[in-house]
Nanobody, 124 residues
Framework: QVTLVESGGGLVQAGGSLTLSCAASGRTVDFNTMGWFRQVPGREREFVAILSWRGDDTRYANAVYGRFTISRDNRRNTVYLQMNNLRPEDTAVYYC?????????????????WGQGTQITVSS
């Protein structure tokens, strides 16, 4: 079993920045992929960013490309999401995700483990 614990959410004004962290514990398995998804009430969970084990393969949703940066520290089993120039439409619950495979995916249906979620609210 894998446990993911997010931190760093909160309220920020439009144009501001936040950094999310997600620490993984348990049977995390080497060469996994870790990433972030988000969800607003009434809508499906959507892909934000994902990163390979070595950090040499990253994918971003078009809506966040150029504003968000995903990174990881494998010694700490932690993945980060640096979010800059935040917009009101970025408001959502952000979920950390882990897939015990080196194959990059962007569909939430293929994620094996989820964090509990952290709320990001961007005011205009």
């Amino acid at each position: 079993q894998v446990t993911l614990v997010e931190s760093g959410g909160g309220l920020v004004q439009a144009g501001g920045s936040l950094t999310l962290s997600c620490a993984a514990s348990g049977r995390t398995v080497d060469f996994n992929t870790m990433g972030w998804f988000r969800q607003v009430p009434g809508r499906e969970r959507e892909f934000v960013a994902i990163l390979s084990w070595r950090g040499d393969d990253t994918r971003y949703a078009n809506a966040v490309y150029g504003r968000f940066t995903i990174s990881r520290d494998n010694r700490r089993n932690t993945v980060y999401l640096q979010m800059n120039n935040l917009r009101p439409e970025d408001t959502a619950v952000y979920y950390c995700a882990l897939r015990p495979s080196s194959f990059i995916i962007t569909s939430p249906d293929e994620i094996n483990f989820w964090g509990q979620g952290t709320q990001i609210t961007v005011s205009s």
